[in-house]
Structure formats: C-alpha cells, structure tokens
C-alpha cells in the first residue's frame, strides 16, 4: 500500500534542499512505519557529486540498522534515481522504490539504461513510479526557472 | 601515455583491502603528476554499499581540489567500476579511466550497461581497459578461494 505520507516527507526534503540552492531531490527511507532517513539532495554544499538525496538516505539508513543492507525497507523519492543511485539502491536490497517524477535525461529506472531489468542488477526492488509526480516535477521546473 | 606506476598504487590499495577483508578493488586519482586520492574498497568496515574504492577516492579528491568536478584528472582503478561508479566517474567529469580485470558480472564499461556509451550519459572519460589486469584478477581470485 502507498503512503503519500512519506512521499510527503520527501518533497519536504526536495524543498528544503531549494532553499539551499540545490536541485530540488528529497528522499526518505522506511522500515516498519519508521522513518529510518532522510534526506535532500547536497552535491554543491559537500563538493560531491555522490551526494544525491538517495544515496545520502541510504547511508543514513545503513548507520542507523548498523547493516549495509536495508532488507525489507522502502525508498521513496521524488525523482526517479539516475544511473548512479538505481544501482545504489539493488545493492542496498532495498525492497521498494516509490518515485515521483519520470527522468528521461538521466533516469535509470523507466528510463536510461533501465538498471533493475538488466542482467548485471542482482537484486531489483518493487518500483512504484509516478508518485505525487507532479508535486515533485513543480518545484524542479520552479527552481530552473529561477536559475536563468 | 599509461603509467602503470599508478596502477601499481592502485593494486597497493587493493590487496590493503583484503587485509582488512573486504573484496580487493583499489583507486588512485592522479592530475598533473600528482595523486589526489587513493582509496581501497571499505563496504564492510562503513557499513556502506556505496564505499567503493572508486567512489571514496573522488568523495577525496574533490574534497582536496574543493570542486565536486576533477577536470582533467585521470582515474586509475583495478577493476571494472559498476554501474554505480561508472555514473559517479562521469558525473565527476574524470578525463581518463584506466582499470585493470575486467568484471562481466559487474561490470558497466565494457560489460553490463556500458554506462559510457549510453544517451543519458552526459560526459565519458578516455578508457583504458586491461591495465596489469592479471595482478588485479590474481587477487580477487586469491580473496574468494580464501572465502571458500
């Protein structure tokens, strides 16, 4: 069953990474009702391209189990993970992928090299795409217009 | 021109990571002659999926150059970098790409997703496959046999 309670929490992250002049990514992972991560996307404040909202989540989450794998928790975030972070996600085994907005430029998931369907992923989550996409799309739109 | 001094580092960090038991990939970031970053694999020790030797040396690197992006800096690495590392490498907009055995299993350059020829890759490094290739697969191989 989908929360759009969490996918809520993430848009809040994906404002709040805006406001400090990032792209606007958030991303939250849950286990059990719990709400193991949370994060915004933070690549220009840490200097480092690594540093997008699900792989930051994933760290987070894998500190606080004190496990790199994340059996049976969920991610939602509210852009669909790049090549990068798609990958990030199977080998953290996490169980669901709920995403918001489709990215046809740099997404890997329905778009791109679509990760979880190829024979090199060994462990593909449920995917749950078009999440409170628009939502998400507004304040991505919203913040490049801004930019120019 | 390849210098497999570098390579020779890289392989130094790679059996470093098998003393400490994670599996035996090493990294060096070199520019302009000198080296910015050198990293083995540390997934165990962090508790992280995304402590790749390849991914911890451009987290260091940009640290060092205060520059998410390492323009002009050459990335040598023993093992073909996953799809996670390769779109990290070309996010980091790395100008080289030197990397010893090849991995068809995991693999995202000349293997898998061949991440760097695909559309929603923005920026592909020069790729140098099959650097002292023999050493790196003699060590994963030794690391594995010994896990038996």
């Given at each position: 069953?989908?929360?759009?309670?969490?996918?809520?929490?993430?848009?809040?992250?994906?404002?709040?990474?805006?406001?400090?002049?990032?792209?606007?990514?958030?991303?939250?992972?849950?286990?059990?009702?719990?709400?193991?991560?949370?994060?915004?996307?933070?690549?220009?404040?840490?200097?480092?391209?690594?540093?997008?909202?699900?792989?930051?989540?994933?760290?987070?989450?894998?500190?606080?189990?004190?496990?790199?794998?994340?059996?049976?928790?969920?991610?939602?975030?509210?852009?669909?993970?790049c090549t990068?972070?798609?990958?990030?996600?199977?080998?953290?085994?996490?169980?669901?992928?709920?995403?918001?907005?489709?990215?046809e430029?740099g997404g890997a998931?329905?778009s791109g090299v679509r990760f979880?369907?190829?024979?090199?992923?060994?462990?593909?989550?449920?995917?749950?795409?078009?999440?409170?996409?628009?939502?998400?799309?507004?304040?991505?739109?919203?913040?490049?217009?801004?930019?120019?």
């Amino acid at each position: 069953m989908i929360s759009n309670g969490y996918m809520d929490l993430a848009l809040e992250e994906a404002r709040a990474a805006a406001t400090r002049g990032e792209v606007p990514v958030g991303a939250v992972i849950v286990r059990d009702g719990l709400v193991l991560a949370r994060a915004g996307n933070r690549t220009r404040e840490f200097n480092d391209v690594t540093a997008h909202a699900e792989i930051l989540a994933i760290r987070q989450a894998a500190e606080k189990l004190g496990s790199e794998r994340l059996i049976d928790a969920d991610l939602y975030v509210t852009l669909e993970p790049c090549t990068m972070c798609a990958a990030a996600i199977s080998f953290a085994r996490l169980r669901r992928l709920y995403f918001g907005a489709e990215d046809e430029k740099g997404g890997a998931v329905t778009s791109g090299v679509r990760f979880f369907n190829q024979p090199t992923c060994h462990h593909a989550p449920e995917i749950y795409p078009d999440i409170a996409s628009a939502d998400a799309m507004d304040l991505l739109k919203g913040f490049f217009r801004e930019k120019r």
